[in-house]
């Protein structure tokens, strides 16, 4: 890694002014031997150097020719070449905040462009590394923010990771994308990365209950509620499919089931007839009205439901 401020080498140059070879140091990786030429200033955003230089700003093994006076410093650190290369890109260039769709909202939709997200795989050792040297806010709470832009495509470890570093609303945004999948079709190798069994407990509440919702909500709509939009030819044929579809349909139910797509499949059976169509429209709407308001992440389900009401 080769920029202004910190450049990987393995020489020292002995050149130039005091001044500016006070300003300059190598940090060693100790179990690779790889240096990396970094500029004092540069590393002094992070809390652990800044406090270092202060309490141990003469105690460094200087180089070079005695008679020429001290010229770099250098800094043994147990860090991989791999670990010490990620920190100092993390202090020169700073990940910016990925791209978001809105940025008002109380959840923020990203832009998953290709490129705009870091991959999630890489993501946790960059926190490790920005919380264990102290790196300022901005850069841990972008890191973050990319870990919730990969909320979409990597729901399972990012609810993982979420729920074990006590970041709720990540998880929380994690758990909207694990609605489809019913939890009983992962594997056990799946489910072993949740850290906690509350953390499992919550998304296995958060299913249950919108099972329930869903459930209680198609039982209880009607084609022709209170006989409003009534038709008096087709009453009886068209209550007895929308009873049958939706009587089987409470038994399939998951936490992610659309059943007012499912109900509007008798659109093709009622399209005939424009009451049976008309009153089938009002009521599939008024499902997914109510179905919209159920509850689809962890933080969202009430504290007082428990898995025994069902």
Known sequence: MTSENISSTSYADSSGPLVDALAMLHVRSLPDGTKFQVSRHAIETCEVFRNMFACCDHGFELVGDNERGPQEANLDLDETEHALA?????????????PMENSDGTRPRFKLDAGS????????????????????????????????????ANPLPVYAYATA?????????????????????????????IP????YHELLRLHEYRKYKLRDILLNEDIFPHGYGTCPVHK??????????RVYLATQIEAATDIAGEMRDLADQLSPCPLCHKALTAAVD?????????????DYVPQDYWLDSI
């Open 165 to 193: 570093h006590n970041l709720p609303k990540i998880a929380a945004d994690a758990s909207a994308h694990l609605l489809h999948s019913p939890l009983s079709s992962y594997t056990k190798e799946d489910i072993q990365i």
């Open 196 to 199: 906690t069994v509350t953390a």
């Open 286 to 298: 008024m499902l997914q009205y109510k179905c919209r308001r159920v509850a689809r992440t962890v």
């Open 117 to 152: 997200v870091i991959p999630f795989p890489v993501l946790p050792s960059m926190l490790h590394l920005a919380d264990k040297y102290g790196l300022p806010e901005a850069i841990t709470c972008s890191l973050h923010l990319h870990v919730q832009a990969n909320a979409s």
């Open 236 to 245: 009886q044929w068209a209550t007895q499919l929308w009873e049958q579809k």
């Open 86 to 98: 990620t920190l100092f890109r993390l202090i020169q260039q700073p990940p910016n905040p990925p």
